[in-house]
């Protein structure tokens, strides 16, 4: 119900900015009324948050690793969420994740969220 898009192979120190919109078939504004987040998971790690937006963008949180480098948007009139990746690193090679939570509030656990994308790819090399 989730749709990822703007990942892909960029070299440490680049940029890249995911895009997540709603493909449609989720009932109701999904993307427009509820907080949203963005996880990732590399190989053999468990899947964890990145950064989570609430309803009107209001409040934004982001896991320690990526603050001051991921900002986390989002355009209700569009029914996306973006997150900017600037000064990219090699560890943050993974599969890039939205997903919507249940409620309106922003949440960083994996269980409050109920829509997923299919994921997107992002490589960093060094």
């Known amino acids: 119900q989730l749709v990822e898009s703007g990942g892909g192979l960029v070299q440490a120190g680049g940029s890249l900015r995911l895009s997540c919109a709603d493909s449609?078939?989720?009932?109701?504004?999904?993307?427009?009324?509820?907080?949203m987040g963005w996880f990732r998971q590399a190989p053999g790690k468990e899947r964890e948050i990145v950064a989570a937006i609430n309803w009107n963008g209001g409040s934004t949180t982001y896991t320690d690793s990526v603050k001051g480098r991921f900002t986390i948007s989002r355009d209700r009139s569009k029914n996306t969420v973006y997150l900017q990746m600037d000064r990219l690193k090699p560890e943050d090679t993974a599969v890039y994740y939205c997903a919507a939570g249940r409620g309106s509030l922003a949440s960083t656990q994996v269980t409050s969220h109920v829509y997923w994308g299919q994921g997107s790819q992002v490589t960093v090399s060094s």
């Open positions: 449609g078939r989720t009932s109701g504004r999904i993307i427009s009324n509820n907080g």
